[in-house]
């Protein structure tokens, strides 16, 4: 896979996940969701954090406002980590499950490093309203932005029968996270990674193992 096809896979995954963030932003109110399916559901809300709502402030000593900057800053590092690892990936030859693997979780960590970064600046609040681009009161400031989170799949939504131990009569519902296009490339790109150490790569050591093994007379 060449840089060309990675940059494309790239902007083809931001453009979708910023189009369904920016129609869900400005035709949504915050909470306000869509039945799709039985078992899926256009659910607007806004994650301030990291990976599943969790804030800096919920772990460490520091307020709401420094905890998101100092992700945001930490989230902009990591881009660029990534982008290198990217680059090195492919210049290298490697293979095309690892290059679109890493493809896919830069396009995935750069959409919502958009949301992070700019969104504060453009969009005023969501609560009780439609959300308007370019507002003249924007809910944040640059660095301060919240994740756009859309995609909920609640499939199994049941009170668990009352001879399950510990837990009967309990209500149990899964799966719970929202989420979000970029939330989704990310995730199948860490499976490709996966997919690639396991099995493809030992495959490919192995297949060049016995080519360089010199033949016995």
Same mark, same amino acid.
Request: hydrophobic share 50%; charged share 20%.
């Given at each position: 896979?060449?840089?060309?096809?990675?940059?494309?896979?790239?902007?083809?995954?931001?453009?979708?996940?910023?189009?369904?963030?920016?129609?869900?932003?400005?035709?949504?109110?915050?909470?306000? $969701?869509?039945?799709?399916?039985?078992?899926?559901?256009?659910?607007?809300?806004?994650?301030?954090?990291?990976?599943?709502?969790?804030?800096?402030?919920?772990?460490?000593?520091?307020?709401?406002?420094?905890?998101?900057?100092?992700?945001?800053?930490?989230?902009?590092?990591?881009?660029?980590?990534?982008?290198?690892?990217?680059?090195?990936?492919?210049?290298?030859?490697?293979?095309?499950?690892?290059?679109?693997?890493?493809?896919?979780?830069?396009?995935?960590?750069?959409?919502?490093?958009?949301?992070?970064?700019?969104?504060?600046?453009?969009?005023?609040?969501?609560?009780?309203?439609?959300?308007?681009?370019?507002?003249?009161?924007?809910?944040? $400031?640059?660095?301060?932005?919240?994740?756009?989170?859309?995609?909920?799949?609640?499939?199994?939504?049941?009170?668990?029968?009352?001879?399950?131990?510990?837990?009967?009569?309990?209500?149990?519902?899964?799966?719970?996270?929202?989420?979000?296009?970029?939330?989704?490339?990310?995730?199948?790109?860490?499976?490709?990674?996966?997919?690639?150490?396991?099995?493809?790569?030992?495959?490919?050591?192995?297949?060049?193992?016995?080519?360089?093994?010199?033949?016995?007379?």
């Amino acid at each position: 896979m060449d840089i060309k096809k990675s940059v494309w896979l790239i902007l083809g995954i931001l453009l979708i996940d910023q189009v369904s963030k920016i129609y869900v932003k400005t035709h949504f109110q915050l909470g306000e $969701s869509i039945e799709v399916f039985s078992w899926f559901q256009i659910y607007f809300v806004e994650n301030e954090g990291a990976a599943w709502g969790t804030k800096l402030s919920d772990i460490f000593p520091v307020s709401d406002k420094n905890g998101k900057l100092f992700l945001t800053i930490f989230r902009l590092f990591a881009i660029v980590g990534i982008g290198y690892w990217l680059w090195d990936t492919v210049r290298s030859g490697a293979s095309k499950v690892l290059s679109i693997a890493v493809s896919l979780i830069f396009a995935g960590a750069l959409g919502n490093i958009i949301d992070s970064v700019f969104y504060g600046t453009i969009f005023d609040g969501s609560r009780g309203q439609l959300a308007t681009w370019f507002a003249e009161e924007p809910y944040g $400031s640059l660095f301060h932005g919240k994740v756009v989170d859309m995609l909920y799949f609640p499939l199994v939504d049941t009170i668990l029968p009352e001879w399950v131990p510990f837990w009967g009569g309990q209500h149990f519902s899964f799966f719970d996270p929202v989420f979000n296009i970029a939330d989704s490339a990310i995730s199948v790109g860490v499976v490709f990674l996966i997919i690639d150490f396991i099995w493809l790569k030992p495959k490919a050591e192995k297949t060049e193992f016995k080519t360089d093994t010199p033949v016995q007379e």
